[in-house]
């Protein structure tokens, strides 16, 4: 009897129905429905991980104020505001701002006649236009000096007065230099950056000072005021750019032509 009883006990205890693990399903269902989950926070304009932009030279601002101009552009409509322009200037600033305004002018023109644009820059110390000669671009190396404008560097060297062409070895790559002078090496070293190599060519001047050798390299990008070249043979003859002062998109507002043309060739 007391077997039988145990056998029954224990086939309840067998057969018994744990209910506990139900009811933490049911718990958590409830939860979720009391409190739905939440959408992630977007994240903050700060907290985007987005390149800085580049702050625009002087040359790109103008360049894109000559955009503006282009919608809609009216060449007459132009002339009259700026007659008006310069009529207001002088009633506000009198006849030296005027004149200083045409002088700036008179000087963009000269630097595009001259083929010399690339060395027209603004002097941080005057703030006015200047026309800076090849020279005044450069520096002095050891056995040579060293100039430039917006596409041509130039190396000059002083030889002996009886230094023929035949006498010259100029050996130039796209971006390497060798120049030497009757047995003489004058420069050899990579260049500041890449020319056109096969348009170098040199030349033999006499000068008051005695004969000069001019070699005359062509920029395979075409450079101005602060973008110039720091040297021409890497290392050698370096020049403060700072002292170039930035450079200057030129356009002569008396020439409805260039105007014109500048402003279309922007888009």
């Known amino acids: 009897m007391e077997e039988a009883a145990s056998s029954k006990a224990a086939g309840m205890k067998k057969g018994f129905l744990n209910y506990s693990k139900w009811d933490k399903i049911v718990d958590e269902e409830e939860a979720k429905d009391r409190d739905p ?21 002087m040359a790109e601002q103008q360049g894109e104020q000559l955009k503006a101009m282009s919608q809609g552009f009216d060449m007459a409509q132009y002339q009259k505001d ?4 310069l ?35 603004m002097n941080p110390e005057t703030g006015k236009l200047e026309i800076k000669g090849d ?33 010259v070895r100029l050996s130039p790559a796209s971006k390497s230099l060798k120049l030497v002078v009757d047995g003489e090496e004058i420069c050899n070293g990579p260049l500041h950056r890449a020319i056109i190599a096969d348009e170098s060519t040199f030349s033999l001047e006499d000068t008051p000072d005695g004969r000069l050798l001019v070699v005359t390299l062509v920029k395979a990008t075409p450079t ?29 507002p008396n020439d409805p032509a260039e105007m014109k043309r500048v402003i279309e060739s922007l888009g």
């Not at 005027?98 to 000087?107: F, G, M, S, Y």
């Not at 520096?139 to 009886?162: D, F, I, L, R, S």
């Open 224 to 252: 101005k005021g602060q973008e110039h070249w720091t040297c021409a043979i890497k290392g050698e003859g370096k020049v403060d750019k700072s002292k170039f002062g930035v450079s200057t998109v030129t356009v002569n």
């Open 135 to 167: 020279d005044d671009m450069g520096g002095v190396a050891g056995k040579y000096w060293w100039g430039q404008n917006e596409k041509e560097v130039v190396v000059k060297c002083k030889v002996a007065a009886h230094v023929k062409s035949k006498a």
């Open 82 to 85: 700026r007659v008006k322009e």
């Open 87 to 121: 009529e207001t200037t002088k009633k506000m600033m009198g006849t030296g701002a005027v004149d200083q305004n045409l002088d700036a002018e008179h000087i963009m023109r000269d630097a595009k006649q001259q083929g010399n644009q690339g060395n027209l820059v």
């Open 37 to 57: 989950p939440r959408p992630p926070k977007p994240k903050r304009e700060w907290d985007l991980d987005e390149p800085e932009e580049k702050p625009m030279s």
